[in-house]
């Protein structure tokens, strides 16, 4: 992990180029993804390319439940609200001020190898490479805490996305959303990221900023990031009460949502044909706010 500012002011005035779905889905292809689904747009990292310790940005998988947004960072504002002492709303030039850190992260969708499943479940048919590593740079998510100042009572922080969409034929948008608890956070190292791979977060990674929280499943990380909203009472948005649940037992089912990764490794060569041994691997080993992310690359 490195400390320091990288000096990106001049990200800010760049041109956001419109994403173009169709656009999108050819550089997916061109990059050698594996696409699940066009519009929105879902594709993974076929499992030949798993196994180098960060994946190169145009190889980073994609999971998006709504069109991209298409954001000009000039207008652009990050707003934090509710329990807090000083409501902000900061621009990206403001957040690349801040002191910065870098660090190198493994998001993995909850979803990933679904397609393995037995019986089968509903949502997107995931092989083995919805997983992807990168190095993010970025405020820590407690800098902006601290200079907006936690009101007692605050319990949970909803982090909402610029992207929306309709839901189940309901009857209104919904922004894609995700609650972290107050509990924890400070020891979480999670990260208000406009960087990645060295570079300005590309707009389908959530330009011009997105949350990254180290060990979780990637639903928590979210892209386009908004609006941070300070509550006093549990979150039930549609992504983290109705999606993203493990659901257990039969007769009376459990339901809970996802939070840290669990341990997966996979075996990425020899491929059909081949023979020489390599792996690679991840894991959050569970442990909020210590190990953020191991990935022995390919030997
Ligand atoms: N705003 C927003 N953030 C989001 C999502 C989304 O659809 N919208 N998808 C989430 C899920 S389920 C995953 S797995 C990761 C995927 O991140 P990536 O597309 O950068 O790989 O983003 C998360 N953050
Ligand atoms: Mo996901």
Known sequence: MTIGNPAPAAWASRVVEVTDPERERRAAAQAGLVINGAEPLNCEVPVSLLGSEVTPTDRFYRRNHFPIPVLDAAAWRLSVSGLVDRALSLSLPELTQLPAQTMEVTLECAGNARRMYQPPAPGEPWGFGAVSTAEWTG?????????????????????????????????????????????????????????????????????????????????????????????????GGFFQTERYMYERGSGTVVREPVRLQQVRALITRPGAGQNWPAVAAWSSAGRPGQVRRRSSGSR
């Open 139 to 235: 405020v820590p998510l407690t800098e902006v805490l601290r200079r907006a100042g936690l009101q007692p009572g605050a319990q949970e922080i909803i982090f909402g996305g610029a992207d929306r969409g309709t839901i189940d034929g309901a009857p209104h948008p919904i922004h894609f959303e995700r609650s972290l608890p107050v509990a924890g956070v400070a020891e979480s190292d999670a990260l208000l990221a406009y960087a990645m791979n060295g570079q300005p977060l590309p707009p389908r990674h959530g330009y011009p900023l997105r949350l990254i929280v180290p060990g979780w499943y990637a639903v928590a990380s979210v892209k386009w990031l908004s609006s941070i909203r300070v509550t006093d009472e549990p979150f």
